[in-house]
């Protein structure tokens, strides 16, 4: 697949459906000849001579025919589908650096559908998931962690990830996983030079500079591994659970949460696992709620089951929140859900503080020395909401973001690429302290080189190709 260049592919650019208007792209070397075909200048001049990435006013015309899957060629005169906008952006200034011609009419799928069969029997071919963006690859217009990128860009959930995804498509990652690879190249080349000259008695490097360098590299690596989790947040997002005994008020506290969400609130649909679950944006991170709740209410005087299922719903989850009935004294099953190991590490969470505290000084003595952060809302009233998302984000991002610089790693291949270079890096370093052979110093960093230079497709396979552009929509 890697070659398949010399095709010129189309698609419907629009999700599919009614819309005001619907775009279909052709990108390819005959991108012009074949949309020749259906695109009909109201000027009356040919598609070639038009002025690059400029608006023009044309008719769509095609024949009535499906020559693309019979075969049969059309006879007789074009049909007129639609009026349009046609745009040509000429290569190499354009999203795949080949010629690419979009065309804008109206967003009919019948419209559309007819002006994607004109162009197929005019010639080109249907475009598979992210063919575009992966031409823009293959062209140079983007590296890999650009590309992906792209993907990011259309899929952010917030308008944080949505930054974050514009900067790794302005290529910050891509330049500072570069930055560190070609240390480690220049690296390698002194310690090769060194080896091909080894009978000279010429030292190429210094041990002690070797070890610096590859000690700045190590930082470097370590922290942007940091930066993983924090993206892979920003990102995908981040699962938070409600935990608590039954009419502590989780349902309550979930729905004040979404109903004070101004951002897109999508609903997921049913958990095989029979817990609600409602996706929120807390403090511009996006969130998924589940609301153990959902869990059917047990017969069993202590909860057994009730524990069993928050430890289930506790194991997928980035952040737990332990809700307790402030206007009750602390009842057996909260007793056994504080008892549970992970408690340490849950937001504690006192609700119904509009009512009179019936918490013993015997059971706040129980929960100050084990949970750090106790708060205090009401779900109903409602009160400390505010308080309670600040602490929700700076439980999931104890770092903040402005301490990353920007850069920041949120793609799980880029994960394990940056782990592997670290690996190569460190065994590196460790050959050097020991006084090892050149050769396999050599070995360990080109390893933890070409695994970075993965992260940006410097070096690349067709299999991660494939497995990254099927992620995208056609017509991206
Ligand atoms: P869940 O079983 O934990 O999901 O609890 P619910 O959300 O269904 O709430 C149980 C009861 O507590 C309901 O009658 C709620 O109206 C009430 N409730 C929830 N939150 C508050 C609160 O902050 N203050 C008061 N006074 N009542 C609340």
Redesign the pocket.
């Known amino acids: 697949m890697l070659g398949a260049l010399d095709d010129t592919i189309c698609a419907i650019a629009t999700p599919p459906g009614e819309g005001g208007i619907g775009i279909l792209r052709i990108s390819g070397l005959h991108a012009l000849d074949v949309a020749s075909h259906v695109v009909r200048l109201r000027s009356g001049k040919a598609l070639h001579g038009l002025p690059t990435h400029r608006l023009t006013l044309a008719d769509i015309c095609a024949h009535n025919t499906n020559a693309a899957v019979t075969g049969i060629k059309a006879t007789g005169a074009p049909r007129f589908i639609d009026e349009a906008l046609v745009v040509v952006m000429k290569g190499p200034h354009s999203f795949t650096g080949e010629d690419v011609v979009e065309v804008q009419c109206h967003g009919g799928p019948v419209i559309l559908d007819q002006l994607c069969r004109g162009l197929i029997s005019a010639g080109a071919r249907l475009a598979a998931p992210g063919e575009f963006t992966k031409r823009a690859f293959l062209n140079g217009r983007l590296d890999l962690a650009q590309a992906e990128a792209v993907l990011d860009t259309i899929r952010a959930k917030t308008a944080r990830s949505l930054t974050l995804a514009q900067s790794q498509r302005r290529g910050e990652l891509s330049r500072y996983v570069e930055e560190i690879r070609s240390e480690l190249v220049v690296a390698l080349a002194h310690i090769e030079a060194a080896l091909d000259f080894s009978e000279e008695d010429i030292s190429f490097v210094r041990q002690d500079e070797l070890m610096r360098l590859l000690d700045v590299t190590l930082h470097k690596l370590r922290r942007l591994l940091q930066s993983g989790r924090d993206g892979r947040i920003w990102r995908e997002g981040a699962v938070v659970a409600?935990l608590?005994?039954?009419?502590?008020?989780?349902?309550?506290?979930?729905?004040a949460l979404l109903r004070s969400d101004r951002a897109i609130v999508t609903a997921i649909p049913g958990t095989t696992r029979d817990l609600l679950e409602e996706s929120v944006s807390i403090d511009g991170i996006p969130v998924r709620l589940v609301?153990t709740?959902g869990i059917r209410r047990t017969e069993d005087p202590v909860e057994v089951e009730g524990i069993r299922r928050s430890r289930l719903a506790w194991v997928d989850a980035d952040l737990a929140l332990i809700?307790l009935?402030g206007?009750q004294p602390l009842s057996d099953s909260d007793r056994a859900l504080l008892g549970e190991p992970q408690s340490a590490h849950a937001l504690l969470v006192i609700?119904?503080?509009?009512?009179p505290s019936e918490l013993t000084r015997e059971d706040l003595d129980c929960l100050c020395p084990t949970h750090r952060d106790i708060l205090e809302?009401?779900?109903?009233?409602?009160?400390g909401l505010d308080e309670l998302r600040k602490a929700i984000r700076s439980r999931l991002l104890p770092g903040g973001l402005e301490s990353n610089e920007g850069v920041l790693v949120s793609n799980l291949r880029h994960t394990v690429a940056i782990e592997r270079a670290l690996q190569g890096v460190d065994q590196g370093r460790q050959s050097v302290a020991d006084g090892r052979a050149g050769e396999l110093i050599a070995m360990d960093l080109r390893i933890a080189a070409d695994a970075l230079g993965e992260i940006t497709g410097v070096i690349t396979t067709d299999e991660i190709l494939e497995r990254i552009f099927a992620e995208f929509c056609i017509g991206k």
């Not at 609700?351 to 009512?355: Q, S, V, Y």
């Open positions: 409600i608590g005994r039954p009419n502590v008020g989780k349902s309550s506290l979930m729905n609301d709740a809700l009935d206007s609700n119904k503080c509009d009512l809302i009401s779900a109903m009233v409602p009160l």
